[in-house]
């Protein structure tokens, strides 16, 4: 099965930055592709995600501080995360929709543990 393998993550002090990248086992052609978030206790929740046209789109909870980008030629994409904050702590989950040949699916990543500490 295709997999989505995420690195980056780790500890970092708040107002510290990280960037995630998240890498396709194989290549896909990719649609659109995002990160997920979920913190103990809590619903996983939408991060960000960029569209093949390039469009982008992040909640509310991060805009201005993080970015998100791809590289199609690498089949990666990445989240640049600026100004973290504690309420960033949470296993991020890369996600993809894409083709395979002729099949249409959603992918995860395997999460990566984001801690940021005061």
């Known amino acids: 099965q295709v997999q989505l393998v995420e690195s980056g993550g780790g500890l970092v002090q708040a107002g510290g930055s990280l960037r995630l990248s998240c890498a396709a086992s194989?290549?896909?052609?990719?649609?659109?592709m995002g990160w997920y978030r979920q913190a103990p206790g809590k619903q996983r929740e939408l991060v960000a995600n960029?569209?093949?046209?390039?469009?982008?789109n992040y909640a509310d909870s991060v805009k201005g501080r993080f970015a998100i980008s791809r590289d199609n030629a690498k089949n990666t994409v990445y989240l640049q995360m600026n100004s973290l904050k504690p309420e960033d702590t949470a296993v991020y989950y890369c996600?993809?929709?894409?083709?395979?040949?002729?099949?249409?699916?959603?992918?995860w990543g395997q999460g990566t543990q984001i801690t940021v500490s005061s």
């Open positions: 194989i290549s896909l052609s990719i649609n659109t």
């Open positions: 960029i569209i093949s046209g390039g469009r982008t």
């Open positions: 996600n993809a929709d894409a083709w395979f040949n002729d099949t249409y699916r959603n992918y």
